[in-house]
């Protein structure tokens, strides 16, 4: 059988993880274009008006500029690849927490109740977390509630049918009938309801 990924190690989960990294690299592209216009613009414009100057002067300018070039860009390289990490890892606390919330409520959506978010402690949205683990342990409470009282129906129904004995007209045979057979159905509805950590555990064949 394939091994599933490990989706903590994954790099991107998903469209938000990208949409969030995409945001954070426009804003630093614009922080970046303005501080570039902010510092190189007068430069040029100085180098600009000193062509038809002293040739000591346009080269004071152009020293100026390529000084400024050899300092800044290479300490603005190591910053944007910092801040590219740091957003690689801020949208890991966010998309891999939305990852887990949904596969546990797809899970839910298929009957499994007993199934539980679990977030890294650095991870975001542990209120989240709080609340869908809350809404699927008391959504789980309620079915265990509901199969308990179809359990004690389908004894009743049993009951009855014993205590009646043979004593049965056609009309109420007609309707033990009738109550059995919708006892069985909702028993077979409820059975595709897991809320217990065991009911995830694979039975062993044959048994």
């Keep these: ?32 274009l303005i501080f570039a216009v902010a510092l190189f613009a007068p430069l040029i414009l100085q180098l600009l008006g000193a062509s038809g100057g002293p040739e000591w002067q346009q080269q004071l300018v152009a020293e100026q500029f390529l000084y400024l070039s050899k300092a800044i860009w290479l300490p603005l390289f190591f910053t944007f690849v910092a801040l590219g990490a740091h957003s690689v890892l801020v949208s890991h606390r966010i998309a891999g927490p939305l990852y887990q919330l949904r596969r546990v409520l797809r899970g839910v959506a298929e009957g499994n109740f007993a199934a539980r978010a679990v977030l890294r402690d650095k991870d975001y949205l542990k209120k989240e977390e709080q609340v869908v683990n809350d809404m699927i342990e008391n959504l789980g409470a309620l079915i265990e509630n509901v199969d ?33 057979r919708n006892a069985e159905s909702l028993d077979a509805s409820l059975s595709r309801f897991k809320t217990r950590p065991e009911d995830l555990t694979p039975q062993p064949a044959g048994s």
């Design 1 to 32: 059988m394939a091994k599933r990924p490990n989706r903590r190690r994954q790099l991107f989960f998903d469209e938000l993880q990208i949409r969030l990294l995409s945001i954070n690299i426009a804003y630093f592209a614009a922080i970046l």
């Design 148 to 180: 308990e009282r179809a359990y004690e129906l389908r004894k009743t129904v049993q009951q009855l049918k014993t205590a009646l004995g043979g004593g049965l007209t056609q009309d109420v045979q007609t309707c033990l009938e009738t109550l059995e």
